[in-house]
């Protein structure tokens, strides 16, 4: 599966030193939208494999704990 596909909804862009992570909200994934609020699972969760695939393990555990300190 191409990384970009894997990754939807989330699209990357170039920026001048580095990347930008972007959410694409489209309409037609409103269901997905709503049953992920319905269980609780954010977005960064639901792609964790292929965030993994792009940035590593370690960048996606910097991200959790990024997440989770600023629930506090």
């Known amino acids: 599966k191409p990384l970009s596909c894997h990754l939807y909804p989330i699209r990357i862009a170039k920026i001048a030193n580095g990347e930008a992570i972007n959410y694409h909200k ?22 964790k494999e292929p965030l993994i695939r792009k940035y590593g393990q370690d960048w996606y555990e910097e991200l959790v704990r990024q997440v989770e300190s600023s629930k506090v």
């Open 26 to 47: 489209w309409h037609i994934c409103n269901c997905a939208i709503k049953k992920g609020t319905q269980q609780k699972i954010a977005l960064y969760q639901f792609l």
